[in-house]
């Protein structure tokens, strides 16, 4: 998207965001893609409920997730897309 539009989705440098987390660096994380810094407990969370499941051989049943949650996600990753897409310098 960014080579296409010259524009950020809310995904870009969300790897190398994890990678400076990995090696301590959280400023420089929150700045690579402070989105999926947030979120990375959440899905952290998500991936020990499914490991849990997995070990316990239980009945699948998928986390009840409201609709309001997706929409107030999507609204999330619309706002960040757009602000971080600005022509601002505030934290430089």
């Not at 524009?7 to 440098?13: A, F, I, N, Q, V």
């Not at 893609?33 to 049943?61: D, I, K, Q």
Request: proline share 5%.
């Amino acid at each position: 998207m960014y080579e296409a539009f010259h524009l950020k989705c809310p995904g870009c440098g969300a790897t190398r965001a994890l990678a400076a987390l990995l090696q301590g660096r959280f400023d420089e994380a929150m700045h690579l893609n402070g989105l999926a810094m947030l979120l990375l407990p959440v899905a952290a969370a998500y991936g020990f409920y499914w490991y849990w499941r997995f070990v316990r051989r239980g009945v699948y049943r998928g986390l009840p997730v409201p609709q309001e949650a997706v929409y107030a996600a999507l609204a999330a990753a619309s706002i960040f897309t757009v602000v971080r897409n600005l022509p601002l310098r505030l934290f430089q």
